[in-house]
């Protein structure tokens, strides 16, 4: 949320994200939007100053002119000091819309005869940030940027939006589109008369910086004009934020470092305490494998004496029946002689025995010798 107090530094109350701006305004009326050209350079600059203030919102003023296609071109800008900087909010004095007018009548007027057909240098915009919450207009931001549109002549204003954080970067053109934006492109092409035009500008800001202090404008968008302006004996602001940054980089790479060796210690305990518990594992599969191979070699030998012992039961047996058989032939071939009229032959009875006993069949002999 960004807020421009009036020149008597008046402050907006806080809200939700967005601008606010306190001015007596007349009924809002629907303003036409016009397109829109901003350089990659500008919102690089803004996001090399305002990144290493991590979540603290910050607002400035863009500066440009109008093309020959009827659209708001973004050259330069400035991010003056703050009057209040939060996550959710900022605020810098109004007054910075006078000083920045006044610098840009210098450097309309400070124009030669020939500069005739050059446009005029105008605010053309205002920029703020979001940090790590995304490209968006909020409802305080949406009345700012018409208040603003107010305060042109022709309603002519643009918003710019940028998220430090994530590297995103928003270009919008009418507050009644508050999700509708476009990316920063490309670089712009400008007459040598433009381009002193502009650089007049800066040189007038940089005396406003003298005068007031570095901490009053501690940063200045040149864009595309960065070389031209630090060839002129001026500061680079560009370069010196990245340097100011430098100490907070390493410490962030530091603490990266920390936190990606601690990561590798316990990935590396953890891959130990697996490789362990994989070890016993398979140590202890081993085991159940051996003892079950015991278990069954155990239950093999049993079963294989059972079964000798179960073939030599049925061994005995065969023979015992091969005895009875025998037997029985022999007395059928009795009884056929009785039939016939011939004695029986009566076996002898230790033979008998005898046989009967290799086949298994005890006491059976008897039995047999009564039949017969």
């Known amino acids: 949320m960004l807020g421009m107090g009036k020149a008597k530094k008046t402050k907006s109350k806080k809200g939700k994200k967005g601008a606010r701006i306190r001015s007596k305004t007349t009924a ?35 500066v440009g002119h109008v093309d020959g296609q009827g659209r708001n071109v973004c050259v330069a800008g400035f991010f003056p000091e703050q009057i209040q900087s939060t996550p959710t909010y900022c605020e810098f004095d109004g007054s910075w819309m006078a000083i920045c007018t006044a610098a840009l009548a210098y450097a309309n007027e400070a124009s030669s005869d020939d500069d005739a ?37 022709d309603g002519r204003f643009l918003a710019v939006v940028v998220d430090p954080l994530r590297g995103e970067e928003g270009v919008f053109i009418s507050p009644d589109h508050p999700n509708e934006y476009s990316e920063a492109t490309g670089s712009l092409e400008m007459s040598d008369a433009l381009s002193e035009r502009y650089l007049r500008f800066l040189d007038r800001m940089e005396d406003v910086r003298k005068a007031r202090s570095d901490e009053a404008l501690p940063f200045i968008i040149t864009g595309d004009l960065r070389r031209e302006h630090v060839s002129r004996g001026h500061p680079d602001d560009y370069l010196e934020s990245y340097l100011q940054a430098i100490p907070d980089i390493q410490g962030a790479i530091s603490r990266l470092e920390g936190s990606e060796r601690r990561v590798i210690e316990r990935v590396d305990s953890r891959m130990l305490e697996l490789i362990n518990r994989f070890s016993e594992s398979e140590r202890e599969c081993e085991r159940i494998v051996e003892s079950r191979i015991e278990d069954l070699r155990s239950e093999f030998s049993s079963a294989s004496d059972s079964l000798s012992h179960r073939i030599s039961s049925i061994e005995g047996l065969c023979r015992s029946l091969e005895a009875v058989y025998i037997s029985l032939e022999a007395l059928r071939e009795s009884m056929k002689n009785v039939r016939r009229g011939v004695p029986p032959i009566i076996p002898d009875k230790q033979n008998y025995d005898s046989e009967v006993n290799e086949g298994g069949m005890g006491h059976s002999a008897p039995t047999l010798g009564a039949s017969q």
């Open 117 to 153: 057909e050059v446009p005029s240098l105008r605010i053309i915009g205002w920029i703020h940030t979001h940090p790590d919450l995304g490209i968006f207009l909020s409802g305080t931001d949406q009345s700012t940027y018409r208040a603003n549109m107010r305060y042109s002549p």
């Open 28 to 62: 809002s009326k629907k303003i036409p939007a016009y397109g829109a050209i901003v350089p990659r350079s500008v919102v690089e600059q803004a996001r090399s100053f305002t990144a290493p203030r991590g979540r603290l919102e910050m607002g400035g003023l863009l």
